[in-house]
């Protein structure tokens, strides 16, 4: 029904073999499915609820999925700060409304599913905190151990307290996130367990659902779809999905690309800016982002190409730029996000004062993870309650009336 190939070689695997990179080249896998035999219609789609499993001729999950009801987020018209920065089709997709409160959900539930289908016992992924919160949660809906690697005091409290709570193995290491992953991957390699980093082909499957939930909220298909950008695996996903979609004929052209990341852990920036064939690593990410203090996205390859093959565009921003984004989308909108999230949104406010794209367009952000995920980062920026005497006098005095 659907294979495995080698987005490099073009070698294939049979979608069975438990794979996570080439054995010829070692580059990335991407799920291929016979688009022109398959009958999908898009009236079929459209009477099922908005959500991941609308989409399932699409995905390569063929068991009952393990599912806690992922996907089918709000796509929000930013009226007020679109305004603020001359924009009248600004419009953010918030993810952090998911089970576990991030987009990973998506992935996870077809991911720990495929976990099933490949009768695999036990799952495995290294996370800057939201990836081992969604493992957590569907590893436990899924009744198998998860085991999570989190870089030591790196991961915002609330994605640590999910992992824990849903039953996770947690260990930290004295390290950063890619040196947790790698040492995830050898783990998996050797001992078995299923590895549901963005490398797993399936989990991005997933992902890409988020693309097509916006293309039919919005009734249409946006000029530009903007994500924060950490290991790369979301923008490539949603890029695979877009492309499904072409080649299926539902859709005639594909949204702008464009990938944010944060300044100081920026290597896809980089590359893109000095059009480099592959992204040279930051060995010392560094950003109030932890989510994307990611320094070798391991999906760099696939989104690369996303980025280039649509003319769209990858731009850094600042730890300030992100923080006052995420008090903008709190104060001016009603989102709550954490910092990674705000990036993109922030990234499309420098793009524009910058000239570098039209007011004119229509543009999707990702909006990626809760405000309750990461509660410390949002404390420091705001004033403490005021606390009083219970009594009304000063109640009025504490409000100034
Ligand atoms: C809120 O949890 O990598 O570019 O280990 O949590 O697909 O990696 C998280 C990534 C953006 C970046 N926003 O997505 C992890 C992890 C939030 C995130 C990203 C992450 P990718």
């Known amino acids: 029904m659907y294979h495995l190939e080698c987005v490099s070689c073009g070698t294939t695997f049979p979608a069975d073999e438990v794979i996570y990179t080439c054995k010829k080249c070692g580059h990335l896998l991407a799920v291929k499915y016979p688009l022109d035999t398959l009958t999908i219609k898009r009236a079929t789609w459209n009477k099922r609820p908005i959500s991941v499993w609308r989409y399932r001729e699409l995905l390569p999950v063929t068991i009952p999925p393990v599912t806690l009801q992922e996907g089918g987020t709000p796509l929000y018209h930013l009226e007020r700060l679109g305004k603020e920065m001359g924009l009248k089709h600004l419009y953010a997709k918030h993810e952090g409304m998911n089970p576990s409160g991030s987009f990973k959900d998506r992935g996870m539930t077809v991911g720990v599913s495929m976990a099933l289908q490949l009768k695999k016992k036990s799952v495995a992924c290294a996370s800057t905190g939201n990836t081992s919160a969604s493992l957590a949660v569907y590893a436990a809906k899924a009744g198998i151990p998860a085991v999570v690697l989190l870089p030591a005091g790196k991961v915002a409290v609330g994605k640590v307290a999910q992992a824990l709570m849903h039953g996770a193995k947690v260990i930290s290491i004295r390290g950063n996130f890619d040196r947790a992953l790698e040492m995830t991957h050898d783990l998996c390699l050797s001992h078995g367990l299923y590895l549901l980093n963005s490398i797993n082909p399936f989990r991005l499957e997933g992902q890409k659902t988020m693309g097509f939930e916006a293309l039919d909220q919005l009734g249409e298909v946006p000029d530009r779809f903007v994500l924060p950008v950490g290991n790369a695996g979301n923008i490539s996903a949603v890029h695979k999905g877009f492309m499904e979609l072409e080649e299926l004929g539902f859709i005639?052209?594909?949204?702008?690309?464009?990938?944010?990341?944060?300044?100081?852990?920026?290597?896809?920036?980089?590359?893109?800016?000095?059009?480099?064939?592959?992204?040279?690593?930051?060995?010392?990410?560094?950003?109030?982002?932890?989510?994307?203090?990611?320094?070798?996205?391991?999906?760099?390859?696939?989104?690369?190409?996303?980025?280039?093959?649509?003319g769209g565009i990858a731009e850094s921003v600042t730890d300030e730029e992100i923080l006052r984004m995420q008090r903008d989308l709190?104060?001016?909108?009603?989102?709550?996000?954490?910092?990674?999230?705000?990036?993109?949104?922030?990234?499309?406010?420098?793009?524009?004062?910058?000239?570098?794209?039209?007011?004119?367009?229509?543009?999707?952000c990702i909006v990626t993870g809760h405000l309750l995920k990461d509660p410390d980062t949002v404390i420091k920026q705001c004033e403490p309650p005021t606390e009083i005497d219970a009594d009304l006098p000063s109640l009025i005095s504490a409000l100034h009336l």
């Open 252 to 310: 005639d052209r594909l949204p702008k690309m464009t990938g944010i990341q944060a300044a100081g852990s920026s290597p896809v920036v980089r590359a893109i800016r000095e059009n480099l064939a592959e992204v040279i690593p930051e060995k010392n990410p560094e950003t109030v982002a932890t989510a994307i203090r990611i320094g070798a996205p391991v999906n760099a390859e696939k989104a690369l190409t996303a980025i280039r093959k649509t």
């Open 330 to 364: 709190a104060r001016k909108e009603g989102i709550g996000v954490e910092p990674a999230s705000a990036a993109s949104v922030a990234g499309i406010r420098k793009l524009v004062e910058t000239g570098a794209i039209d007011r004119d367009e229509k543009i999707v």
